[in-house]
């Protein structure tokens, strides 16, 4: 039983995903369906981001066969169930689509919008926000009940934690779905409500506020980080920054300087995808000595 939800509500069929936005967090979503042998269709905005976004996958693959962890028949397998798209009419046919797009409301709502006229009636429409308001982004579509926050950690083809956002009008159905869908992919699903950062970034907020107090009062990115890993986390404040990505939430304005974050993204250093955040990178995202 989960969170209220009758142990026998019918689930939906979910045979086919979509996924829009092949960055950071779109690839790994991808990745999980994929090697589940579920079929995704992935669309980006623009041919050279969706043919980076899909190198990534393939590279991702290729490493783990070369580890011997999958066969070269197994990595042609999960590929050959990738459908690379430019256009959002392409998701017509998905059972459950999952935005992965920049995390600005305007922006989200104007897909959810779009998706409100292409997809099926009864597909779930999901969000992989890290902060906005599920129910906000519902209410630009006519089906609120469909929608649900599916908020993945990176690298998300690795962290098994996926918090399931139930908005105020998710129909039980759909989260009973998803989080049946979750074991599937094989992911440990938690439900959280509506709220600023769910529960995970909420926890993880106060840490990077200190964080950045003792970076202000002269300590560096590495101290820090150094303490934190001694400590027993895998990795510290801004390693983690640098590997999510510097830009989350920037407000993409290089003229505004607010905080060292602004700084770092006005100086084009986003992270580990950029080669440079926090922290310089080589080519196989290695710090590089300073
Ligand atoms: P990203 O910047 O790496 O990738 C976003 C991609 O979406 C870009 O490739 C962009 O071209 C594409 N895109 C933007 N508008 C589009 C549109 N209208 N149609 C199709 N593609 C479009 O961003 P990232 O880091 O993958 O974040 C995506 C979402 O996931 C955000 O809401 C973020 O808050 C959330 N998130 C990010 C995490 C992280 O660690 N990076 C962790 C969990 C959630």
């Not at 519902?138 to 690795?158: K, L």
């Not at 002269?218 to 640098?242: L, Y």
């Not at 290089?254 to 006005?266: F, G, H, K, T």
Request: one cysteine or more.
């Amino acid at each position: 039983k989960i969170d209220g939800i009758a142990s026998d509500v019918a689930l939906r069929p979910i045979a086919k995903v979509g996924v829009i936005g092949a960055g950071t967090m779109g690839g790994g979503i991808t990745m999980n369906f994929l090697s589940a042998g579920i079929a995704v269709t992935i669309v980006e905005q623009a041919e050279d981001a969706l043919n980076r976004g899909v190198g990534v996958i393939r590279k991702n693959y290729e490493a783990s066969a070369a580890k011997g962890r999958l066969t070269t028949e197994q990595v042609e397998t999960a590929m050959g169930l990738l459908t690379p798209s430019l256009s959002l009419d392409d998701l017509a046919d998905c059972d459950l689509i999952i935005e992965a797009i920049f995390e600005n409301m305007d922006v989200k709502k104007e897909v959810f919008g779009k998706l409100d006229a292409i997809a099926k009636p009864g597909a779930i429409l999901a969000s992989n926000t890290s902060y906005l308001n599920v129910d906000e982004i519902a209410a630009s579509t006519s089906r609120p009940n469909d929608v649900v926050g599916m908020h993945f950690f990176s690298p998300a083809n690795v962290m098994k934690l996926l918090e399931v956002v139930r908005g105020a009008k998710t129909a039980d159905d759909v989260l009973a779905t998803v989080m049946a869908l979750a074991k599937k992919i094989k992911k440990v699903a938690v439900v959280a409500g509506v709220c600023h950062g769910f529960i995970g970034n909420r926890m993880l907020m106060p840490r990077q506020v200190e964080a950045n107090k003792l970076l202000m009062e002269g300590a560096t990115p590495e101290q820090i980080d150094r303490v934190h890993v001694e400590f027993g986390m895998p990795m510290g404040p801004f390693q983690m920054s640098d590997l999510a990505g510097v830009d989350i939430g920037w407000h993409r304005d290089p003229s505004r300087i607010e905080s060292i974050r602004d700084a770092l993204c006005a100086e084009d250093r986003w992270g580990q995808k950029k080669g440079a955040g926090f922290y310089d990178y080589d080519e196989k995202r290695n710090p590089t000595p300073s």
